[in-house]
């Protein structure tokens, strides 16, 4: 491999390349949303939105706060009916009953939590069933849902729905999409009209023989595949284990689905299983052994449970740091 730079660019030879650089969030090109909402894609994200939550009840917590800014301050709106968007809404739930209510007790009850979701239904790629389920949940824990509203501008203040109406906001979080990254867009690789790359069977970009693309970046050709964690690691374990086999030997890259689980609030989960539909407790705790083994290593595993352990004995952090 050999490499080569100038003031402008920097160029690099390859004997196999693999492009995995996945997605990242999708604005739709909707005014204010770039400058307004923060995305929930990375660990950077994360923080960025604890610090914001806690900043609204700080401000909301002023003395001299008018009524119509405190409830602005505690109107939190996740945008995005799917998994994503369901779980950081119910995560948000959970932290405002269990943790700030006790700092902010005078509070917890004026924090109001809207979920928007442009199509008729949240969780469309889960069962029916559990799709109700949560639905049913939502409305107890006072999770305002509205479907079939997209947004269609938003300011500082507030966001406007299709129907002409708004809401007021303190935090707004969008997790409604993914598109694809600028290196995709201007790869010169042949795209989909979803703009990902397209590879054949062997995840061998499209008139390619030494370049691969896997994950949420690619897509294989006549082979329709959800954009899951799931697939993205059943690809990379693919892709390693064919490097090490002859060409002729190589066999085309086939993906069983295990099923998908997300969390609904209240320790309550879904699992949707190719053998088996549940939810509630049960469901939350094979979503919890399944997350624990999934990392990567033993250290990281150990210090999640310990995390686990820690929070659910003393509660989440709501210091501002």
């Not at 006790?102 to 069962?127: C, M, N, Q, T, W």
């Not at 054949?200 to 008139?207: F, I, Q, S, W």
């Not at 060409?247 to 689980?261: A, Q, S, W």
């Amino acid at each position: 491999m050999r490499g080569s730079s100038s003031k402008d660019k920097f160029e690099l030879t390859f004997d196999i390349l693999i492009i995995a650089v996945g997605e990242t969030s999708h604005s739709f090109n909707i005014k204010g949303i770039n400058e307004n909402a923060l995305y929930l894609k990375e660990l950077a994200d994360a923080r960025k939105i604890r610090t914001r939550v806690i900043d609204c009840f700080e401000n909301a917590n002023l003395p001299d706060v008018s009524e119509e800014k405190r409830n602005r301050f505690l109107t939190f709106v996740v945008c995005g009916g799917g998994p994503t968007g369901v779980e950081f809404a119910a995560e948000l739930h959970d932290f405002i009953e269990e943790d700030v209510k006790k700092k902010y007790p005078h509070l917890a009850e004026f924090a109001s939590i809207y979920l928007v979701e442009g199509r008729d239904s949240i969780l469309s790629d889960f069962d029916k069933k559990l799709g109700e389920y949560t639905l049913n949940l939502f409305k107890r824990q006072n999770i305002n849902l509205l479907t079939k509203k997209p947004v269609t501008e938003v300011d500082n203040n507030f966001i406007y729905l299709c129907d002409g109406t708004s809401l007021k906001y303190g935090l707004l979080v969008w997790a409604a999409g993914n598109t694809s990254v600028q290196l995709v867009k201007h790869s010169g690789f042949p795209l989909n009209n979803n703009g990902k790359i397209i590879t054949d069977k062997y995840l061998n970009v499209k008139g390619y023989e030494n370049i691969y693309a896997i994950g949420d970046c690619s897509a294989i050709e006549n082979y329709a595949l959800p954009a899951t964690a799931q697939v993205a690691q059943k690809q990379g374990l693919y892709l390693a284990g064919q490097m090490n086999d002859l060409p002729e030997k190589r066999k085309p890259f086939v993906f069983k689905n295990l099923g998908m689980l997300t969390y609904v609030g209240g320790h309550k989960a879904l699992a949707d299983l190719p053998s088996y539909k549940g939810s509630g407790f049960a469901a939350y705790l094979f979503w919890k052994s399944v997350y624990l083994t999934r990392l990567v290593s033993l250290k990281n595993k150990i210090l999640v449970l310990f995390d686990w352990i820690k929070t659910s004995l003393f509660g989440r952090d709501v210091s501002n740091f």
